[in-house]
């Protein structure tokens, strides 16, 4: 083979490498950071805009893609002791999303540093709203008005905290007392129960 083939060959294999390090593809669910020698510099597909699709960088400059989409977080079930020192055991979970990739991107970094700064704040939270209600009011009668108080709460936490983060939504999927405190409910019931009884079947 000739040396002219080599050197075209050399020089596809270079221009091969550089598109590959300079051209991507980017889904519609996701957004892009783009960081130039450790420091974010811009979004690509951001929220509110729709452009995915092909799109280039510089050779030396990193993409990290993100999710657009709304992101679920199951906070670990925890116990709160009610204005009423009733201990109750809450399992909740948040919907959130990123609302500022870069801020994000200078905070958090990824997925999973997110869900460690928020699960505390949120069980924070909780505890706070949470801790300021009676028992029965977090068990059934008013719980809707504490999801909301708690939804606020965290809203204005995680925009202190300047995650780059929205919390669209917050839920109590469950409240209840401990098994240990249940069978001790349960006990004084049937106590009281049968004493009703007795005094019945004494007067009949």
Known sequence: MSQRFWIWAGAILVALAILANTVFILDQRKQAVVVNLGEPVRVINPPGLYDPGLKAKLPWEQVVVLDKRNQLLEVPQEEVISVDQV?????????YRISNPLQYYRTLHDERTARDRLEPLITSSLRQVLGAARSNDIISAKRATLMTLTLQDVRQRAKASNLGIEIIDLRIKRADLP?????????????????QAAEIRGKG
Do not use: I, K
């Open 87 to 95: 201990r109750l055991v809450v399992d909740a979970f948040v919907r």
């Open 179 to 195: 098994a240990a405190n249940q069978q001790a409910v349960f006990r004084r019931m049937e106590t009281a129960l049968q004493q």
